[in-house]
């Protein structure tokens, strides 16, 4: 039997299409089963963040799964990013390095590089579930990242959100948090 049942995994690819042998192991180990086969992993690669994380959200929502991890594919999970499967929240984010050193100082932040979320929670918000930040004054700088988007709509909708857990992740390539 496996531990984390009725799972689909979705992994953002763009730029190169290819899925790092940190992550490809821990989702081999934590997700194969011999004798079932109620996981299914999607590649996305599509340049747009946005674009492709709306995409994703949609895909999922035609699928018969009960609840959904996304991850980028720069991700390294650390044995606690399985935490997130204890939690009781409609959505949980495992705590990755952001360009932004107050990311993570409330309990319902949220950051979308390694997170799950359960298929009747993102029934109850509407698309699209992720926006562009905003610009600065002047243009010149992003206030804000896409992430904030989803969080916002999710709490709008009486949703709970949690982080646990951690992950090394890129953070030349996360720009926008």
């Given amino acids: ?18 899925l790092n042998h940190h992550l490809y192991e821990w989702l081999f180990d934590n997700f194969r089963s011999e004798t079932e086969s109620n996981h299914i992993v999607s ?25 959904f991890l996304f991850c980028d594919n720069d991700i390294k999970p650390s044995e606690t990013a399985l935490e997130i499967f204890n939690l009781e929240t409609d959505i949980r984010a495992v705590e990755v390095p952001t360009a932004n050193s107050q990311a993570w100082y409330q309990p319902d932040s949220f950051h979308s590089a390694f997170w799950l979320i359960n298929k009747d929670a993102l029934e109850k918000m ?6 562009r930040p905003q610009l600065s004054e002047n243009g010149t700088k992003l206030v804000g990242c896409n992430c904030q988007s989803l969080r916002t709509k999710a709490l709008e909708a009486g949703l709970t959100i949690s982080h646990a857990g951690y992950a090394e992740h890129d953070k030349k390539r996360s720009t926008w948090c």
């Fill in 1 to 18: 039997m496996n531990k984390y049942p009725r799972t689909a995994i979705f992994i953002f690819v763009w730029p190169d299409g290819m």
């Fill in 43 to 67: 590649y996305i690669n599509v340049q747009d963040v946005v674009v492709a994380k709306n995409t994703a959200l949609n895909f999922a929502l035609k699928l018969d799964f009960d609840r």
């Fill in 126 to 131: 509407k698309a699209p579930w992720f926006e």
